[in-house]
């Protein structure tokens, strides 16, 4: 079993390298696991505190919950994974989904590397770089189109929260990454040359 995480700021492209990885190992059965579906649930907040929380500080996630199911999956074993809402900012109380072992674990999310007992379990650690201007307007189209969210509530919120706390938590965890994509999703060649390296690790595993 081979663990991968892969961190980044807010729309910078990490979904697309997940896609792209997953894609290109033919025949190795690969599951993913969003750091989003372990948000702290916040359905006790009024609709106001819900709008002032900090969803891009490392306090908002269960980590936890976290490293505990991730190690229950390198042991094998079958997990419940959160359903989480952005949209009412709770988690589901009686909806969970059921993730099996795989040969490859891809943990995915903005804010991975800052915790240590995560890092601790990964075995290929990756940073998805791009450039400011790009990640806001992708943030942008995907918070609008997919989250319900209007546009001055997205610019507000990357400006208040966004924006300080990849400067302050997911920038500089970067340091940890074993490998930095430049250019985000679109890098073929950074893209290739890491599944290379994965199946390479997973020969060696194996």
């Keep these: 079993m081979l663990v991968i995480g892969i961190a980044g700021g807010s729309g910078s492209g990490k979904t697309t390298v997940v896609k792209a ?16 579906a372990y948000y702290k649930d916040c359905s006790d907040l009024s609709d ?21 199911q991730l190690s229950e999956l390198k042991k094998g074993k079958t997990i419940q994974q959160p359903v989480y809402s952005y949209i009412s900012c709770s988690r589901s109380k009686t909806e969970t989904v059921t993730v099996e072992p795989a040969e490859v674990i891809i943990i995915e999310g903005i804010l991975i590397f800052t915790c240590k007992p995560l ?15 790009d990640r806001l307007m992708r943030v942008m189209a995907r918070d609008i189109s997919e989250r319900g969210k209007d546009v001055h509530w997205v610019i507000e919120r990357y400006s208040r929260t966004v924006k300080p706390m990849y400067l302050q938590f997911i920038e500089p965890s970067k340091r940890y990454a074993d490998i930095i994509i430049p250019q985000g999703g679109h890098n073929k060649v950074a893209i290739d040359v890491i599944t290379a390296t994965v199946e390479k690790s997973l020969h060696e595993k194996f």
């Design 21 to 36: 990885i997953t894609e290109k190992l033919h025949g190795k059965s690969v599951v993913v696991i969003p750091q989003d």
């Design 48 to 68: 106001e505190e819900k709008r002032a929380n900090n969803f891009d500080h490392p306090d908002a996630i269960d980590w936890g919950l976290l490293c505990q």
């Design 119 to 133: 890092r601790e379990q990964m075995d290929v650690k990756i940073f998805v770089d791009a450039d400011d201007d």
